[in-house]
């Protein structure tokens, strides 16, 4: 079995047209889940629906027969650490980028949390650079809200985000100072850029690292709080009040966060959220015997919460999923518990882990894929996400049931961190298309 992968760059003229035959056609945007057929012509889709091709395709057009598999708009991965520059021999983007295209996932939005820290112009057009020259699938810089990621002097939001900056994060960090953060919503509504929380307040949380509580306590570990994450929800909220900021929270993990948001939301205030596979998919137990592969910022929180996440999901609380792909090489996490870093690659298991959801029957299928797909290109006003005519041909074909388990040693990230291994799960990747262009295919 080998996987096979598009050379960068991604500017390569892709195929004249493209028919996709026998497929399960998956869009959440309009609601369409039909057998049918797929045509598309350079970068773009052209033609899609029940009827397309039913009587073959015309000569001349390249056919990918779907056999009966599905065919979903790519996957948007709108929380993503990339390790370049600074730190490439955890990530780079062209290793990411392959590791996004192997789990389906054909834009990521990426973290400024670097070295040095994405917060000026000239690295914002730096990572969109490598992107162009080394990455085989969409590469997007979210740009930090505060030089240097200090939490106090504000970035250049307006030319930021002309440069190409698709939202504003401190992520690994939160923006604790309240008049540093009433600043950025206030100056962000007049470009309706995107303020990303990592919402923890550090006076509760820094000494911690696990969820606070009875498992904690016995593993003699200094917790964290449900508390730390919902007080910084809620006084944002507050400041988006005052100010129409729009503000999305990463990584949401307690109960109480999602309630705050959901109260947020019917007050109709500009409050969006995502969740990360492993905070529904995991609970604190996992920490296990201190499992370092089980240690993120947001910790695995307790079953009350997990289940509060996936009621969030199912709800419209939680508008998106992403992964928070955090790579670590074998020093940083094979550390006593407490000095280990933080966090988990994701980005190869994605879709499978989401796909638990609906094979669990706790959300329908298209109710999972939005989180993925349109939703997040909705918070990120990108084009992509859609089947649709016109649409970039951004698309995933993966088999729904197919059974596995994830071995780590074959994730094509450069960092193995994932506490997954091993786990049976339910749903593939067979291909991922970027602009028309194939760029990862498994061959059975
Ligand atoms: O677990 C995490 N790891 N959470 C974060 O917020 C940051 C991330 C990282 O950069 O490693």
Known sequence: MADFFAQPPGTDPPPERTAYINARLLDPGSNLDAVGGLLTERRRIVDLGPNLFRD????????????????????????VHLREPGHEHKETIASGSRAAAAGGVTTMACMPNTDPVIDDIALVQFIERRARETAIVRVHPIAAITKGLQGERLTEIGMLAEAGAVAFSDDGLPVSNSLVMRRALSYSTAFGALMVQHAEDHALSASGCMNDGEIATRLGLPGIPNASEVIMVERD?????????????????????????????KRGLPVSCEAAPHHFALNENAVGDYLTFAKMAPPLRDETSRSAIVAGLKDGTIDTIATDHA??????????FEHAANGIVGLETMLPLSLELYHRGEMGLLEVLAKMTVNPARLLNLPEGRLAKGAPADMVVFDIDVPWRVDVSSFHSKSKNSPFDGRPVQGRVLRTVVGGRTVYRRDA
Request: hydrophobic share 35%; proline share 6%.
């Open 56 to 79: 073959g395709v015309p000569e001349g057009i390249k056919v990918v027969d779907c056999a009966g598999h599905c065919l979903a708009p790519g996957l948007i991965d709108m929380h």
């Open 237 to 265: 909220i507050r400041l988006v009040q005052n100010t129409g900021g729009r503000y999305h929270v990463a990584h949401i993990s307690t109960v109480e966060a999602v309630n705050a948001v959901r109260r947020a939301k």
């Open 327 to 336: 790579p670590h090489d074998q020093e940083s996490k094979r550390l006593p």
